[in-house]
Each structure stands twice: as C-alpha cells, then as structure tokens.
DNA sequence: TTGTACGCGTTATCAA
DNA sequence: TTGATAACGCGTACAA
C-alpha cells in the first residue's frame, strides 16, 4: 500500500493535495451534499491507508515545534520532578495542542563545564522547563541567558521567569496551624542534607516568623543523618530532655521518620507528639493522613507552561516570578 | 543576524551547504592543514550563530523521528511509572541519540471508546512504550495491533513484545528469605485494591509455592480498605489472635503501614513481626530500610528500549517477553 | 472552492 | 572533496 501521506490519499480520490488537506484539518466550509459526500470518502480513505499526519513535517513547515522540553536532575532527592507536577505540565500542554519531551541530566553530566545536553545542543522544542537542579553547567546557563530558547524555572527562586511553591508561606501555615491547635513548644527540624535548595531556607523562616509573631520562642534544628539513619537519629534526638510538644517537619522525608521514632519510643501521635509536614501531596505512606501543607505543584506546572506558552509568544520578555501558595491539610498526627 | 541554518553559514563563508553540514556533522575526512582551518572558522561561526540543527528538519529528511513516545496512566497508583524506570528508559535512549516523549492518559479518556491520544492520531515518534494502564480503549488496542507504530509494553504480560519484573520470583524470594531467617507462620497480605494488575496474583502465587515447597501452610489475605484507614486496618487485622511472625506485602503501600501498626501495638519489628516487601526501591519513607525484593524497573526500562530499537528495525517481528528478576535487599525489618 | 507552486531546514544523491 | 539538486511531508500564498 503506498504511503499514508496527503499527496497519496489525493491521487488515489483524483483531487488534489491541497483538498485533502483542507478536508482533513476541518477547514472545509462547503456543505453541498455532494461536497460533504466526497469529504466523507476522503475521510474514510485516510483512516483506511492509516494516515497519521507528520509532525516533524508539520513543524518543519509551521516553524514551531509545537512542543516543549523539561530538564530535571536524574539523581533521586534533588530536584522535585513529582507526578504531579508533570500532571500539571502534561494537561496544560494539551489544552494547547502541545507535548512534552523529558530529558533527565546526570549529575555527572552537570560537572563537565562545557556539557550541552542535546536537548539544547538541537533545536527540538519551542520552550524549556528546567526544573531545579543543584549546579547548572556553565555552558547551559550562558546558552539559556543568551536566550537562544524560551526558558522558564521551576521550583527555582530567580528575579523572573520562574515558578515556585511559597515555601515560607508553607513553613508559616504549618506552624499557625500547630500554634491554633493549643501546641506551644514547637519545634522545627529538617534531617539529613538537601543540597542548597531555596526551600530549606524559606520553610525554616516561614516557621520562625510564625512563632515570633504569637510570642513563642523558635526553635529550629537540622538533624544531622544519612537516608538509612533517619528514624535512629530522630529518636536520639527525641530522647533528649527538651522534647517539644509538636514539630514542624521540612518534608514527609523528616516527618514520616520523626513519626515512626516516636511510637518506637511509645509516645503518641499526636497526644505526646503532633508532626506537620510540607510535601507535594498528602503523605500517606504511613497508612494514615499526616497533617500537611500541601504544595500545588500540579498548579505551579500549569502556571509555568502558560508563563512558557507567554514567553514563546514574546521572546525576550520578561515575566514576574509565579509564587504559588500551599493549602492545609489537616491531618491525623496534630 | 541572519537565521543560523546551514544555508546561511555556507553562503557568509562562501561554501556551499553541503560543505558546512560535513563539516558540522564530522564526517569530514580531510587532514590538510588550510582545510582543517576552514573547518575550524566554519564551526566557530556556528557556535557565534548559535546554530543548533532543527530536529523536525532532520526529521522529515531521515525518515524517522529519533525519539520514542511512552504512555503512561495519569492517575497515581495506578500504572508504576516511577524515576527508576524512567531513568532507565532515557539512559538507554541516550545512548542511541533518541529521546522521549512523555504522555499521559486521564482515567476519563480511557472510558470513551474511540478517544485516541495525540501520540496515536498523529506521526510523532518511531516507536512507543505503553506503560501499563488498567483497561486501554479499543481504538487504542486496534491502532496497536494493526501495528501502525511498533510498541512495547512495560510491565504488562503479554504473549510477546513486552517487559516486566518477574513478580512470581520476588514474592517467592521474599518468602524463602523470611524462611531461612527462621519464621514459620508467614503470610501474604495486600491492603487496598489494586485493579486488575498481574502482579497481584503474581506475587502471591510466587509466596504460596515457596512456603508449599517448604512444607509450609500458605496464608494469603486481602485487607480492605482505603488509602487513609490503611493502619488502622491493619492495626484491626494484627489484632487477630493467629497473628503471623512475618508477613510478605504486596508492596511498601502495605508493608509500611503494617511496620506502623505494628509499633502502636507495642509489637518490636523484626522480633514480634518480620516484614518484608516488594518494590521498586528499598522504602525509606520510614527512615530505615525496609527488608525488600527490588524490583530493577531500570534494567526493565533499558531492556525495553533496547527491544523498542530491535521492533523499530524489523517491524512486524514479535519478540519473546523479558521477565526481569528482582534482587533481595535484606534490610532492617527482618 | 480548487489547484499550483513554493517554502520550511535538513539529508542524500550524483556528477564534476 | 565539492557543489548543484532533489527529496522528505506538510502548510500556505496566490492564482485560476
């Protein structure tokens, strides 16, 4: 059979390309019985030889790709690329007939100082998410500054052209939650490392600002531990003679491990101990709802790729940063 | 500035297009001194251009895409498409200069009969990896099986062209693991629901031959519930006075939960209750290590790349099924 | 409304 | 090696 392409379907109806193609992308406007007969033929004619239209050859034509690329960082831990982030990003690129290309870049890969990945090394894309990644490359930043693509950050604080979630808002309402709940003693604690995220900083000062303003005294902590040692570090500093009343976790990553120390050690949740935590979702990994300010990530996806969608529109044009808020989820353990 | 495409940097250093693409892709052959200069000043002017080669160009005149699409559930839970596999998938493309495309497919739309994603009603790639999703819509399955586009399916079974963990091997593992550690009254246990995913039965099965060819009694059990009572339902099925030693889960959405409920019951994990399970990753969320058979979704995701490549070249051919075995990491819970 | 002709940027062919 | 020229498949201005 010859190939599904809208020069063949043409020959084979005797009309021309040019009609097919009109037929084909619903621009025909004739609706004369015979008219409509025969675009009902070509029609069929098409999903019969199985065409598919070509979208290289679509974007080779329209000087668009119709298409966006994300970068995120291959190692686990750094760099938050969730489900449903990329639910936010994948749906609004589908109202907007577009898809999306993902490119993951090892870390080895960011240490190289003149390393492109090939998604810039290539023209394949009208836009890119960057999603955070600890050290970016020299060269890629100067390729992305040049502004030889349309770029916006995600997760990344930057003076424009970024999306984030309010982490200090987040670390805010997690505490006056805590605080509304009766808890005074309220502690802060992050375990382990996170490699220079903005968000370490800004929960930690969301949570400090809250405790200040209701008259208790902050107290915010960074147990030191691997990913393997977390519940035994936590429950060593559980142990000591201070132990608040309730803590405000930096993630689920924290909190889930601060959980399970505390019923190893027989205190109760939330009775002894109440935990909040900030995470993209509701961690339920537990088999229960943990108290969460959760982040919208899914809404941040959906703002970035209009911000995209913007800056493609007016390259060069810079945008105010998106700042998107977090919501309480009260939960189980407060 | 002129555009920076081949024709362009040919006509400003007065040679012809042919000329810069040989120069530009390497394949240049000559070593004269004066030519290698040419060739120098001839990439310097791309780099100061900014030329990067239009993909969707190259596309249409090669007559493939160079890039894989896979398709994966939009819905959490359902369809495991998880950074392991993910990174497996884009290391393995990587090395064959292709990327990927990401696609998701909304519960909603697999309801509607004839809904096609983008991905299917049009030309975008050479290939496809359908990730496993609950039930795909029959145009879906026709436009796959009239092989309009070759495609693997991952962590599906299937007769042919697919690839999964052997999910038999990791729950036997599992078991006979728990076996030699000296528990004898060891069960299965699921909490929640699944949908119909093959390694449901799977891994029990693989559990019910191990403890039969130890001369054990099986004892599978499904625990309903949601995704927030989890504990507490588990807390409830602990409580049964023929309460196991050990216990393999279905997964981390299990086993943690149970590691919890065992701890609010005072129960001592491992000396009251051994627990292991099967994952992607050993679960860390608990800020231990959970004793687990892990699943190599990324040696999944290569292999089923690398069976993509081979459909890609010999469409039509059916390849036998790869089955990837899981890998026993004893951890802190048994 | 319909068809012709050309452009998009790249790769590939074939003489010179 | 080099350069002219023709594909690749689709979109579109323009003329019929």
Not at 235 to 241: D, G, I, N, Y
Not at 270 to 283: F, G, S, Y
């Given at each position: 059979?010859?190939?599904a ?22 621009e025909?406007?004739?609706k004369?019985?015979?008219i409509?007969?025969?675009a ?8 019969a030889?199985?065409?598919?239209p ?11 790709f119709g ?14 690329y ?15 007939d577009?898809?999306?290309?993902v ?12 390393f492109l ?16 990644v ?8 100067q ?8 770029t ?5 604080k ?12 987040a ?13 005074r ?32 005294a ?7 531990c ?8 936590l ?7 201070d132990?608040?009343?309730a803590?405000v976790?930096?993630?689920?990553a ?7 120390a505390?019923l ?5 949740v ?14 339920r ?5 943990m108290?969460t300010?959760?982040l919208?990530v899914?809404?941040m996806?959906?703002?970035a ?7 493609i529109?007016?390259p ?9 808020p977090?919501?309480?989820?009260a939960?189980?353990?407060?």
């Open positions: 059979m010859a190939d392409i809208v020069e063949n379907i043409a020959s084979q109806m005797g009309v021309s390309a040019r009609t097919v193609q009109r037929i084909l992308s619903g025909l406007k004739d004369r019985p015979t409509l007969e025969r009902g033929r070509i029609r069929k004619l098409a999903a030889m199985n065409y598919r070509n979208m290289a050859a679509r974007a080779v034509a329209r000087g668009r298409c966006v690329s994300l970068i995120r960082p291959a190692s686990a831990g750094r760099g938050h969730s489900r449903e982030l990329s639910n936010g990003i994948e749906e609004e690129l589908a109202l907007h577009m898809y999306l290309t490119h993951r870049l090892p870390d080895e890969q960011l240490q190289q100082p003149g990945p090939s998604v810039l090394r290539t023209a394949m894309s009208d836009g890119l998410l960057l999603n955070w600890p050290a970016i490359s020299a060269a890629m930043r390729v992305i500054e040049r502004e030889i693509i349309p916006v950050w995600v997760n990344t930057m003076p424009a052209d970024c999306a984030y979630p309010d982490d200090e808002q670390g805010r309402l997690a505490t006056t939650h805590l605080i509304e709940r009766g808890y003693r309220i502690a802060y604690v992050l375990a382990g490392d996170l490699g220079g995220h903005h968000s370490e900083a800004d929960r930690r000062q969301g949570y400090g600002a809250a405790m200040r303003e209701a008259g208790l902050p107290r915010a902590e960074q147990v030191r691997g990913t393997e040692d977390r519940c035994a570090a429950r060593q500093w559980l142990e000591r003679s132990r608040p009343e803590v976790t930096y993630s689920s924290t909190g889930q491990p601060l959980m399970v505390a190893l050690l027989g205190l109760r939330p009775q002894d101990l109440a935990i909040a935590t900030i995470e993209d979702r509701v961690p990994d537990l088999g229960l709802a108290t300010v959760r919208e899914a809404e996806g959906r703002q790729v209009r911000m995209l969608i913007q800056k529109k007016e060069g044009k810079q945008l105010a940063p998106i700042i998107v977090g919501v309480l989820e939960g189980q353990t407060s």
